[in-house]
């Protein structure tokens, strides 16, 4: 089995959400600290919020989640 490293989950989260059908997702940003990928930017409903965390997790490959996206 392949080794992936961090930065390729990192790339790959953000490719997911950067792909993503729904347009909220689009413009948020994903970096990684540690052994935590973490979700920055700006949605207009929780819902967004939770549905970017969701989709990130997918990719995460056993890193945390961590949520920093602000609903406005």
């Not at 967004?48 to 602000?70: D, Y």
């Amino acid at each position: 089995m392949a080794v992936v490293s961090a930065k390729d989950v990192q790339s790959r989260a953000q490719e997911a959400l950067s792909g993503s059908p729904v347009y909220a997702l689009r413009e948020l940003h994903v970096e990684q600290h540690g052994d935590a990928l973490v979700i920055h930017g700006l949605v207009s409903s929780f819902y967004h919020k939770q549905l970017a965390q969701e989709v990130i997790r997918t990719a995460a490959e056993g890193l945390e989640v961590v949520n920093s996206i602000q609903v406005r």
